[in-house]
């Protein structure tokens, strides 16, 4: 097989293995290996980690299949809808795993273990498929692992995008009281409605914006601090 002829077929791969290749070739496991080693050093492939490589420049292209199930969150999937005119430096992804962060042509692509594998879908990106998490979903997922700025956040809120409802029902969802009542916050505070969210409050008291000190005016019915 002609080489170009093989970087095309591998190209419809976000992410391809050992296997992929042997299949495609129908050489042994060592000749394949051999053969890949040799297209890496020629700057032809590049390898993601051990037995995983991919032919793009993009990680947004095969970042969602490192790590299988896996899609993009948080910050980043604030920037991929544009609730966000921010650009995260790195690429957010949530997996069910423990997993080291990869370090691709200077971008990190760090993975966040998250216990609520739903509200996720197949969307397509420079023509391929890609996991990313829906616009309410990405909202909630950053209010539960709180590794995306305050301010992003409530921009995403503000915009209108993500449907008050399904934030809700996912908030619920999650059954996590401190993100009930800062979502419940943030949407009667951009004129939205909150739905049944203060049922679900308690009795302590938290800083609206994680990233600064619990101190401020107190809001009764959310119990947050308004440290805005």
């Keep these: 097989m002609k080489k170009i002829d093989l970087l095309k077929g591998l190209a ?3 992410l391809f293995s050992l296997s992929d290749y042997s299949r495609r070739t129908g050489k042994d496991a060592a000749y394949s290996r051999l053969n890949l080693h040799r297209m890496v050093t020629e700057g032809l492939i590049h390898r993601i980690e051990r037995g995983k490589y991919t032919v793009h420049e993009d990680p947004m292209i095969f970042a969602s299949y490192i790590r299988v199930p896996s899609y993009l969150s948080f910050w980043s999937a604030l920037r991929f809808y544009d609730l966000t005119e921010q650009l995260p430096k790195n690429l957010m992804i949530a997996s069910p795993m423990r997993a080291r962060k ?7 692509i760090e993975f966040y ?8 879908k ?5 023509g391929k498929d890609i996991f990313v998490a829906e616009k309410e979903k990405s909202v909630i997922d950053c209010l539960l692992l709180l590794n995306t700025p305050y301010d992003e ?8 995008e993500p449907d008050s409802k399904k934030l809700v029902s996912y908030a619920i969802r999650t059954g ?3 993100l009930m009542k800062r979502l419940g916050y943030l949407l009667e505070s951009n ?3 909150a739905g049944d969210l203060e049922k679900h409050a308690d009795y302590n008291y938290i800083p609206l914006d994680w990233g600064k000190a619990a101190k401020g005016k107190k809001d009764p019915k959310w119990r947050v601090y308004a440290n805005r």
Excluded: C, H
């Excluded at 273990?113 to 996720?120: L, Q, S, T």
């Excluded at 197949?122 to 420079?126: A, F, G, P």
């Excluded at 956040?153 to 209108?160: D, Q, Y």
């Design 176 to 178: 996590n009281a401190s």
């Design 12 to 14: 419809r791969y976000p």
């Design 153 to 160: 956040v409530e921009k995403a809120i503000a915009s209108g």
């Design 102 to 108: 990869v370090l691709f042509q200077g971008t990190n």
């Design 191 to 193: 004129d939205r409605d």
């Design 122 to 126: 197949k969307t397509r990106y420079s």
């Design 113 to 120: 273990r998250m216990r609520f594998m739903w509200g996720y």
